[in-house]
């Protein structure tokens, strides 16, 4: 399997602010990649230069055999691309502003015709084609958009945030067309989202990002296992039991398991498969006279990677009201 992209120390700076600090990723034809990272990570500044809507400082990248520095045309013929804003025009309809992005790309007649309506059916949004966008939903309107950045048949596609600010319900809905396009239509997909669900449900491999620095990559799991361990947290009853002993021989459950007991009679045990290890953890506390009264576990998460990698947690407010403010808020902006 070739590379869809690669990058070269990509790197962009605002002024003195490093938006994106040398990045070298390569991502392979026919995977969705994710860059996973908080607000103001620099996802949509690598999106827009990969893209070649902005220019790097430093560094450079090839994009479907092309080099973004070089090339930017045919790269654009290329490459679809839905923006983390809404771009779509509200007053016209669905097929209208499908038709407008055609039109761009120049495509015209019954061609294009075809592919609008095929395109509009591949995202159930036949019969909505002579409603103006303004009547559709948040879902709708994002299933419209992605349906516009397929039009010229891209090799790669870049979807930024592709669900922000979407209620749950509509965000599976969302992810479902994303694996299709994926599946049938054989086609690299980048995007990029704050939301660890997200990146964890659709992409084969991620990297997080911050700051504009890689901080990790691999496949879900592998970053899981990576730094991220299950957590079982175990109460005990206070005063009973030889709580030393019990903890002693909890930490040599797993080789790299460690335990805290914080506060008095709250343990903590970090593992690699907490469901195998919690039959031992009883077996544990019969043997020292411990008496559980309540134990609960957790397994790894990105964000757990996250944190354990910053000491901070990537926001996961999943279709928040902050988000859907944010995107109405740029959108209106742009609108002006
Ligand atoms: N045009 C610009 N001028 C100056 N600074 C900018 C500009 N665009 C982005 N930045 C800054 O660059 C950094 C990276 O921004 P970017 O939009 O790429 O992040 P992001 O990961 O997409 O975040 P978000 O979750 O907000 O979309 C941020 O600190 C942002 O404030
Ligand atoms: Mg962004």
Known sequence: ??????????????????A??????EIKSGEIFGLLGPNGAGKTTTIHMLATILKPTEGTAIVAGYDIRKNPKEIRKKIGIVFQDMTIDRNLTGYENMWINGRLYGLSGKALEESILELLDYVELKDWKDVEVKKYSGGMIRRLEIARSLLHHPEILFLDEPTIGLDPQTRAHVWDYIIRIKKEKGMTILLTTHYMDEAEKLCDRIAII???????LGTPDELKTMVGQDIIYVRIQSQNGRVSGFIEKLKSINSNSSVNLNPPNLISISVKNAPNVIPTVFEIADEEGIKIIELKYSRASLDDVFLKLTGRRIRDESGSWTDFVRTRMRARFRRR
Do not use: F, P
């Open 20 to 25: 994106v600090d040398h990045i070298n990723l």
């Open 1 to 18: 399997m070739g590379s869809a992209i690669i990058t070269n120390n990509l790197t962009k700076k605002y002024g003195e602010l490093l």
């Open 210 to 216: 911050d700051h504009g620095k890689i901080i990790a």
